[in-house]
């Protein structure tokens, strides 16, 4: 599978879906596990792959996803947010979970 590109737009891929959260407070708190259902099962994220996949909603380019991550992760170099999201979203794209 390709990595994604500055231009791709990353999202759940079709069938896919969060569970609904229990406490409505821990949508807020991205120390809380959320789950990513999927036909084959479901995954649990947390930190910084609940934050890159909360920003994958189809409309925001990767560019765009990388800008936001790095205003949360200041002290981060930015070729490693790059990184590390790009391995991240390519790997959920092996497993059918995201699209771009």
């Not at 969060?18 to 259902?37: G, K, M, Q």
């Not at 999927?38 to 800008?67: K, N, Y």
């Amino acid at each position: 599978m390709a990595r994604p590109q500055d231009a791709s737009l990353p999202r759940l891929a079709v069938g896919c879906k969060w569970a609904p959260l229990e406490n409505s407070e821990a949508e807020f708190d991205a120390t809380i596990e959320a789950t990513v259902l999927f036909p084959e099962g479901a995954v649990r994220v947390q930190g910084t792959g609940r934050a890159i996949l909360e920003l994958c909603d189809g409309r925001r380019s990767m560019l765009e996803i990388v800008a936001e991550l790095q205003k949360q992760y200041i002290l981060v170099n930015p070729v490693r947010i790059r990184e590390e999201a790009d391995q991240f979203l390519e790997k959920l794209q092996e497993k059918r979970i995201v699209d771009y």
